[in-house]
Nanobody, 122 residues
Framework: QVRLADSGGGLVQAGGSLRLSCVASQLTFNSYSLGWFRQAPGKERELVAV????????FYANSVKGRFTISRDNSKETVYLQMDNLKPEDTALYYCAASRTFSSSTNDFAYWGQGTQVTVSS
């Protein structure tokens, strides 16, 4: 059974940094694009960033460009999201997800982590 275990969330002040991690199991990891999504209370789930299966391509939401960096280590079956210069509007539940295609649509992601909470105080 495929499992994505995301972690690394927490409470941080505005301007601070966090690094999220997501470890996959029972997944042909280097065959999947990996994405990070987030959902704030009362809002729809939105893409934050996605990275292709071998890490050659990445895509970011405009709201996080220049502040967040997605990366992956296929040998460790892990994807990361480095978040710098965090803002209160980044507060949300963050999920990692896996897709067979390089996509920004939630519908294309078949496997999801349980979520890790990020809270940014002003």
């Amino acid at each position: 059974q495929v499992r994505l275990a995301d972690s690394g969330g927490g409470l941080v002040q505005a301007g601070g940094s966090l690094r999220l991690s997501c470890v996959a199991s029972q997944l042909t990891f280097n065959s999947y694009s990996l994405g990070w999504f987030r959902q704030a209370p009362g809002k729809e789930r939105e893409l934050v960033a996605v990275i292709s299966s071998l890490g050659y391509r990445s895509f970011y939401a405009n709201s996080v460009k220049g502040r967040f960096t997605i990366s992956r280590d296929n040998s460790k079956e892990t994807v990361y999201l480095q978040m710098d210069n965090l803002k209160p509007e980044d507060t949300a539940l963050y999920y990692c997800a896996a897709s067979r295609t390089f996509s920004s649509s939630t519908n294309d992601f078949a496997y999801w982590g349980q979520g890790t909470q990020v809270t940014v105080s002003s």
